[in-house]
Structures are given as structure tokens and as C-alpha cells.
């Protein structure tokens, strides 16, 4: 399970689990800092900046990636459930395909010294989900949570 998963649920969801080696309010806590975002989130030759993340129901939040190219990727959403250090449920729009709005539930599961953390994903269709899924999405995964281990060993990228 460190290594996680992820699974095709029906035709309009993903679930992706994945263990981390610290207590749940840590892993939470970690995982919503918006000055560690951009040590852990997406592929590493990404360079991301946090412009809003107010980790609250009704907040908002907004990243921009950089790719070495000079692409430049937004990704904006709202906080609607947050209930620390269990659950968080939230929106996510990639600004590069407006109105393809995902809900994600990420719940937070207390296993001692470990975190089962499981994300559930809502595509409005399953297009959408085949799109995201096609450009990569499992590989950035991966590779981000791998990166968020190393932050919560303290050995993360400043």
C-alpha cells in the first residue's frame, strides 16, 4: 500500500489510496500548508506557486505550474467540507478545460504512526475522467506523494 493505488470506480470515478509513514494530524496538516504545496505537488520539473488557499469550508484556492517550456498551468477550486485531521472535500478545476469541475473527497485515516490517506474523485463525465487519466494524472500522482514523503521526513526540497 506505500507504493498506493488507484482504481476506476463505474465510469465517473477514481479512487487512489496511498500510506504515509506519520501520525494523521500531520499527514493533514502537511497536506493543507500551503507553504509545503509547492515541495510536493505534481511532478518535480513543475515549478508551482500557491496564489490562495484558504482551507475552510466556502474558501478557495488556486496553484500555478510552470513547466520548463514556459507552459503555465492553473488550477483553482473551493473548500466546501473540512472537518481537520479526517476529511476534506473540495472542488478542482485545471483552467486549460473551464467547466470540467471534479469533486474530490480525501479522508484521512488514523493508523497509529501511518496515514491511510484515500481520494475519491467525482468527474462530471466519463470523458472527463478518461482525459485526465490519459494526460498523465496517475504518473503526477505518484510522484507527487512520493515527493510529500520526503517533506514529512523533513528531506523535501526547500
Same mark, same amino acid.
Given at each position: 500500500m506505500r507504493r498506493g493505488s488507484l482504481s476506476l470506480v463505474g465510469d465517473r470515478e477514481m479512487v487512489a489510496e496511498r /500510506?504515509?509513514?506519520?501520525?494523521?494530524?500531520?499527514?493533514f496538516e502537511a497536506f493543507h500548508d500551503p507553504s509545503l504545496l509547492p515541495r510536493w505537488w505534481g511532478p518535480a520539473e513543475l515549478t508551482t506557486?500557491? $496564489?490562495?488557499?484558504?482551507?475552510?469550508?466556502?474558501?478557495?484556492? @488556486?496553484?500555478?505550474?510552470?513547466?520548463? %517550456?514556459?507552459?503555465?498551468?492553473?488550477?483553482?477550486? $473551493?473548500?466546501r467540507e473540512v472537518e481537520a485531521p479526517a476529511r476534506v472535500v473540495s472542488t478542482f478545476e485545471y483552467e486549460g478545460?473551464?467547466?470540467?469541475?471534479? /469533486?474530490?473527497?480525501?479522508?484521512? $485515516? %488514523?493508523?497509529? %504512526?501511518?496515514? @491511510?490517506?484515500?481520494? @475519491?474523485?467525482?468527474f462530471p463525465s466519463e470523458a472527463t475522467r478518461r482525459a485526465m487519466v490519459d494526460s498523465g494524472m496517475e504518473s503526477g500522482m505518484r510522484e507527487g506523494w512520493a515527493r510529500f514523503d520526503e517533506v514529512l521526513a523533513g528531506r523535501g526540497p526547500p
Open positions: /500510506e504515509f509513514l506519520a501520525p494523521r494530524r500531520r499527514v506557486t500557491v $496564489e490562495r488557499y484558504e482551507v475552510r469550508p466556502g474558501g478557495r484556492w @488556486r496553484v500555478v505550474q510552470r513547466a520548463p %517550456d514556459g507552459a503555465v498551468h492553473g488550477f483553482h477550486g $473551493e473548500f478545460a473551464p467547466g470540467k469541475v471534479l /469533486e474530490q473527497t480525501f479522508t484521512f $485515516e %488514523d493508523r497509529g %504512526d501511518r496515514t @491511510r490517506v484515500v481520494v @475519491r474523485v467525482r
